[in-house]
T-cell receptor, first 112, second 114 residues
Framework: AQSVTQPDIHITVSEGASLELRCNYS??????LFWYVQSPGQGLQLLLK??????LVQGIKGFEAEFKRSQSSFNLRKPSVHWSDAAEYFC??????????FGTGTRLKVLA | EPEVTQTPSHQVTQMGQEVILRCVPI?????FYWYRQILGQKVEFLVS????????KSEIFDDQFSVERPDGSNFTLKIRSTKLEDSAMYFC????????????FGEGSRLTVL
């Protein structure tokens, strides 16, 4: 069965530091992968997506993610974190059967 | 930019009452979804809807839940007799077509069952 794992429940980084949020998936075919961000009390905003082609994808707000088939990973990165990036981040895979499967989320805290 | 809109943003109800959450998907989209997020937990799939019928539903989506697209614009989620454990944020989402992949989410409707 398809699944998404985000191993880190909480991550704390200092403003200006680099960030990497981990995501591992289990899926039989080439997956469609997504990262969403959720600010407190808000909905889900798409940061970036991977369908095919270049395995390094660029998103909004300076985020990027790299698809690594050999590691079944789709980690999210940002070279320099801003205080406004504090939020919860969800990785998701399109299951191919009408639905997305979400990971449990990683809550990012940014220290000034 | 087109967006998915949901109403109400917050509803408080007594246990056993019926609740209807409303959504207006993006106008040219064909696939519609409801997801649920219990406070502090993951986003869980409830149901998908295409061509005026349910295409897939999760084990959460039992007989107490129903969805409807009563006209060309609205997509509703009804909970017939709410339970305390139905308290959650409910997200509506829509997608243009099966191969485009991207789900667009609404801001959510927070349901509190007392």
């Amino acid at each position: 069965a398809q699944s998404v794992t985000q191993p880190d429940i909480h991550i704390t980084v200092s403003e200006g530091a680099s960030l990497e949020l981990r995501c591992n998936y289990s899926y039989g075919a080439t997956p469609y992968l997504f990262w969403y961000v959720q600010s407190p009390g808000q909905g889900l905003q798409l940061l970036l997506k991977y369908f095919s082609g270049d395995t390094l994808v660029q998103g909004i707000k300076g985020f990027e993610a790299e698809f690594k088939r050999s590691q079944s990973s789709f980690n999210l990165r940002k070279p320099s974190v801003h205080w406004s990036d504090a939020a919860e981040y969800f990785c998701a895979v399109d299951s191919g059967t009408y639905k997305y499967i979400f990971g449990t989320g990683t809550r990012l805290k940014v220290l000034a | 930019e087109p967006e998915v809109t949901q109403t109400p943003s917050h509803q408080v109800t007594q246990m056993g009452q019926e609740v209807i959450l409303r959504c207006v998907p993006i106008s040219n989209h064909l696939y519609f979804y409801w997801y649920r997020q219990i406070l502090g937990q993951k986003v869980e799939f409830l149901v998908s809807f295409y061509n005026n019928e349910i295409s897939e539903k999760s084990e959460i989506f039992d007989d107490q839940f129903s969805v409807e697209r009563p006209d060309g614009s609205n997509f509703t989620l009804k909970i017939r007799s709410t339970k305390l454990e139905d308290s959650a944020m409910y997200f509506c989402a829509s997608k243009a077509g099966s191969n485009t992949g991207e789900l667009f989410f609404g801001e959510g409707s927070r349901l509190t069952v007392l």
